[in-house]
């Protein structure tokens, strides 16, 4: 697998300052919405959006992340970043990376994250809005080699709530960080649509 060497940006996220946390709050109090739970104090840590179910879960991560002030990074595919909306992107916290099968995708974001010295990575591993019998595994490898951990973070539309809940550190045996992943989220969260929740575990293999 080859690594993705067409970028080498210097820090260009948004940094959400005073007025913009004040716009924040205001329009999570207008819609009913609040924030629970603390902020991981480690530099660099992972947040998990789930459930996603919604087109609707993006503008609420971003009004909850600017009412705390925490600039926050995402993947997306390299060819978003081409000019003339490279410069945006990035200062909108993407991160390009390439899906092609000569690339190593996780190592692409490793390599992205050993760059920065905080950073904070927020990935939705339903990868859909659909329902999915499984989340996509990569978030976690990406946390294992990076050495960093995964923020328990999470949405309730029941509640009107985003929440950051505690820290996951990667182990290596991910039948058991999903366990303890999946008893989390099924008691902490709930999707606008429950139908299209995915399930918290790993996709099963293919029979032979």
């Not at 004040?22 to 480690?42: D, N, R, S």
């Not at 390439?98 to 050993?114: F, G, L």
């Not at 339903?126 to 990569?138: V, Y």
């Not at 999946?182 to 790993?202: D, H, K």
Request: aromatic share 14%; charged share 25%.
């Amino acid at each position: 697998m080859k690594r993705f060497r067409g970028f080498r940006p210097s820090r260009m996220s948004l940094q959400p300052g005073r007025p913009l946390r004040w716009l924040a709050q205001f329009f999570l109090k207008v819609f009913g919405w609040h924030v629970e739970g603390t902020i991981p104090t480690e530099p660099k840590w992972i947040a998990i959006g789930a459930y996603h179910t919604s087109n609707w879960d993006f503008a609420v991560m971003l009004l909850a992340t600017f009412s705390r002030q925490l600039p926050i990074y995402w993947i997306g595919k390299h060819s978003l970043f081409r000019f003339p909306f490279k410069t945006l992107m990035r200062w909108l916290g993407g991160i390009p990376i390439r899906r092609d099968k000569t690339y190593n995708a996780v190592q692409q974001v490793v390599d992205e994250i050993e760059r920065h010295e905080k950073l904070v990575l927020v990935v939705a591993p339903e990868g859909t809005r659909k329902a999915t019998d499984h989340w996509k595994t990569g978030f976690y490898y990406i946390a294992l080699n990076a050495k960093i951990p995964i923020c328990m973070s999470y949405i309730n539309y029941k509640r009107k709530v985003l929440g950051f809940g505690p820290l996951l550190h990667p182990t290596g045996d991910i039948e058991a960080d999903f366990a303890v992943l999946r008893e989390f989220y099924e008691r902490m969260s709930a999707g606008r649509f429950p139908a299209q929740e995915g399930t918290v575990q790993i996709k099963a293999p293919k029979e032979e």
